[in-house]
T-cell receptor, first 115, second 115 residues
Framework: AQKITQTQPGMFVQEKEAVTLDCTYD???????LFWYKQPSSGEMIFLIY??????QNATEGRYSLNFQKARKSANLVISASQLGDSAMYFC????????????FGKGNQVVVIP | SAVISQKPSRDICQRGTSLTIQCQVD?????MFWYRQQPGQSLTLIAT?????????ESGFVIDKFPISRPNLTFSTLTVSNMSPEDSSIYLC????????????FGSGTRLTVV
């Protein structure tokens, strides 16, 4: 069964606008972590933001924020004030349980920022 | 967070040959992982590279095809053996340390094309 679901089609975003990328997850563990990565066309994976299952506050990192709704099992990424350099694939990932540091990835969201 | 140097960054190889990819980490890490990203797809975990013991492979990946070495806590190699065009992918190494997101970083990736 798929653990991370990202179903949005490719998105075009106007520069300086905000964009929300959806991510839902499936786990029976109480302790888990959720990650978002950015992958530009160069192929590198750039860590953006992390949310732990026990974190009470939604995570924020600069222009990135994570809208964590635990009961709905969703962890949406919000990018504020989009920039041309934000054009990339965005992947949601999950780590389950203690001692298991492997990540399971969603299929990704393509974002293109237009001037 | 750990910094990972991965090489080569890209290669074009003949079918039937093998390629070894190297990852060097700037600090000692317990967990190292190898992922494959086929064209237009998400990341799939190949194996966990264990220091001093055999790697732990995920379903669908075997040691004969993807032998992995982990001689110490800062270095690992992945070999793609007897390559076919279906092996054309981006291969990424990663470390997973601690509980927070910054401990989960990736190498810059190896873009492999098999002709």
């Amino acid at each position: 069964a798929q653990k991370i679901t990202q179903t949005q089609p490719g998105m075009f975003v106007q520069e300086k606008e905000a964009v929300t990328l959806d991510c839902t997850y499936d786990t029976s563990d109480q302790s888990y972590g959720l990650f978002w990565y950015k992958q530009p066309s160069s192929g590198e994976m750039i860590f953006l933001i992390y949310q732990g299952s026990y974190d009470e506050q939604n995570a924020t990192e600069g222009r990135y924020s994570l809208n964590f709704q635990k009961a709905r099992k969703s962890a949406n990424l919000v990018i504020s004030a989009s920039q041309l350099g934000d054009s990339a694939m965005y992947f949601c990932a999950m780590r389950e349980g203690y001692g298991n540091n492997r990540l399971a990835f969603g299929k990704g969201n393509q974002v293109v920022v237009i001037p | 967070s750990a910094v990972i140097s991965q090489k080569p960054s890209r290669d074009i190889c003949q079918r039937g040959t093998s390629l070894t990819i190297q990852c060097q980490v700037d600090s000692q890490v317990t967990m190292m992982f190898w992922y494959r990203q086929q064209p237009g797809q998400s990341l799939t975990l190949i194996a966990t590279a264990n220091q001093g013991s055999e790697a732990t492979y995920e379903s669908g990946f075997v040691i004969d095809k993807f032998p992995i070495s982990r001689p110490n806590l800062t270095f690992s190699t992945l070999t793609v053996s007897n390559m076919s065009p279906e092996d054309s992918s981006i291969y990424l190494c990663s470390v997973g340390e601690g509980w927070k997101g910054y401990g989960y970083t990736f190498g810059s990736g190896t873009r492999l094309t098999v002709v």
